[in-house]
């Protein structure tokens, strides 16, 4: 049972454009969600998170939109970048003490094109 | 300065023998997670150790798989008789302490081939 869902698989974007990667999850406990970043032959890197209290958190060229209603969230990169260019993960926590462990979506490989 | 290391990064195994993979977490991290990653899913959690508190082994997917940290520090996940289906990516995490606001860091893996 995949609580946290990332439908595509894969995307390509332009560079320069904007970039929307797409997450939903299913279980009503989480409040916390993460994006992470993962370059082949590495461990995922933290990017950045929101909690749900908020509905957008921005840094930088990053921005994670929250649909609570929706059980849906998104990372926007604007603009893309070369660089940007690895598989992302959305991850959720579920609210309490003690519950770190992060349960994560199955990835979407970003490649942008030069 | 250090992240958290993992060895081997790659181990080919056969049916039936165990396997022990190591992590080295970052200096001073008391909380230390593993997490696996098969072909076509997300990454899963396994077990997540904080500091002398009895480990949350919730996540492992048989009694086939233990692990323990040693001194608060080294971790060993052991996999024993392995089987085709563990063929996988092992992560390992570690972070500051017991709280989200905790970053986790993640060693690069172990990939784990089993024929």
């Known amino acids: 049972d995949q609580q946290v869902k990332q439908n595509s698989p894969s995307l390509s974007v332009q560079e320069g454009r904007i970039s929307i990667l797409n997450c939903d999850y299913t279980?009503?406990?989480?409040?916390?969600f993460l994006w992470y970043k993962k370059y082949p032959a590495e461990g995922p890197t933290f990017l950045i998170s929101?909690?749900?209290?908020?509905d957008k958190n921005e840094d930088g060229r990053f921005t994670v939109f929250l649909n609570k209603s929706a059980k849906h969230l998104s990372l926007h990169i604007v603009p893309s970048q070369p660089g940007d260019s690895a598989v992302y993960f959305c991850?959720?926590?579920?609210?309490?003490?003690?519950?770190?462990?992060?349960?994560f979506g199955t990835g979407t490989r970003l490649t942008i094109i030069p | 300065g250090a992240g958290v290391s993992q060895s081997p990064s790659n181990k080919v195994t056969e049916k039936g023998k165990d396997v022990e993979l190591r992590c080295d977490p970052i200096?001073?991290?008391?909380?230390l997670y593993w997490y696996r990653q098969s072909l076509g899913q997300g990454l899963e959690f396994l077990i997540y150790?904080?500091?002398?508190?009895?480990?949350?082994k919730s996540g492992l997917p048989s009694d086939r798989f233990s692990a323990e940290r040693t001194g608060g520090s080294v971790s060993t996940l052991t996999i024993q008789r392995t089987q085709q289906e563990d063929s996988a990516v092992y992560l390992c995490?570690?972070?500051?302490?017991?709280?989200?606001?905790?970053?986790?860091?993640f060693g690069p893996g172990t990939r784990l081939t089993v024929t």
């Open positions: 995490a570690s972070s500051l302490g017991r709280d989200r606001v905790y970053e986790q860091y």
């Open positions: 279980n009503s406990m989480f409040d916390y």
């Open positions: 929101i909690s749900s209290i908020k």
């Open positions: 991850a959720a926590q579920p609210l309490g003490f003690g519950n770190e462990k992060l349960t």
């Open positions: 200096s001073g991290h008391t909380a």
């Open positions: 150790f904080q500091g002398n508190s009895a480990p949350d």
